[in-house]
């Protein structure tokens, strides 16, 4: 009783595991601004979000520098579309990303030496600071908040767990079945925390342009994500036929019990 209760345990807590590396792997996705030029580039591959940044700012300079709205929303579109044209752009969205999951709540500024270096211009670094409308999004705040604290519980529910059960002296195969448990598990949460999540359920708290932010970041990590999922189905399946191949084994390899050959013996008389 006290065996199959340490295996119980070893099974919850490989699940907990599985769940915080799985809502770990979404904060790495979802919520962690960054100003990088991946980053970047990904999301203004958004065409909405693309578009809102250039209009905001063609409008601003586009009589300070003599050319048209149009043309120069052109123009600051197209450079957005190269990695190095996103770059110039990487403080202000990742400002605004911060903004967005309620991480930063100053506004999200665009300021003139920035307008300068986008649209390459020197006049324009005699603009005002432009001030992009990005909202802190009281929904996302929460899920950004929910997925930071069930990824530590659960890690630490876990680590108990683990010693719990270590200590209750589960039997030989339970800990690695649970092993095998935690990482089918893993495959499949990394999946629905890491993409399903961020490019579904996660944008349908607003229809703010900049929630498009969320299924670019989680397109821009889909192969990482479905690599670590293949990899955790693959440990999983791997344990699980290596655990029962040693059931077997030692089952095969047990000897009759000494009632059972006396029963025999006599039976032979």
């Known amino acids: ?27 790495q ?6 100003n990088d030029a991946g980053s970047t580039y990904s999301i203004l591959g958004d065409a909405d979000i693309r578009g809102e940044v250039a209009t905001l700012i ?15 929303r052109e123009f600051i579109e197209q450079i ?20 967005l999951i309620g991480d930063n709540n100053e506004p999200v500024i665009i300021s003139a030496l920035e307008q300068y270096t986008i649209v390459r ?10 001030t992009l409308p990005v909202p802190e999004v009281g929904g996302v705040s929460s899920v950004n908040s929910l997925t930071w604290w069930l990824m ?12 719990v059960g ?40 607003s229809d703010n342009t900049w929630m498009g932010v969320f299924p670019r970041l989680a397109n821009r990590s889909r192969n990482t994500t479905l690599l670590l999922a293949l990899m955790s189905a693959a440990i999983a399946g791997s344990v699980l036929l290596g655990t029962s191949g040693l059931r077997q084994r030692r089952q095969r390899s047990t000897p009759l019990s000494v009632g059972r050959y006396r029963e025999q013996h006599s039976w032979s008389r």
């Open 1 to 27: 009783m006290r065996r199959s209760l340490a295996g119980l345990i070893l099974l919850i807590s490989c699940v907990l595991f599985a769940v915080s590396i799985s809502t770990w792997w979404m904060q």
């Open 166 to 205: 270590v200590v209750t002296r589960p039997e030989r195969g339970e800990l690695t079945f649970a092993i095998a448990v935690g990482m089918g598990t893993l495959s499949v949460l990394i999946v629905l925390f890491g993409y399903l999540i961020p490019v579904g359920p996660l944008t349908s708290f």
């Open 58 to 72: 063609a409008s601003a300079d586009a009589g300070a520098i003599g050319t048209s709205t149009a043309q120069l």
């Open 152 to 163: 530590v519980v659960s890690a630490a529910g876990g680590l108990l767990l683990l010693i």
């Open 121 to 130: 211009d020197e006049r324009a670094a005699l603009a005002s600071d432009i």
């Open 29 to 34: 996705v979802a919520f962690s601004p960054s």
């Open 80 to 99: 957005s579309r190269l990695n190095d044209g996103a770059a110039l752009m990487g403080d202000f969205v990742g400002d605004a990303h911060a903004r």
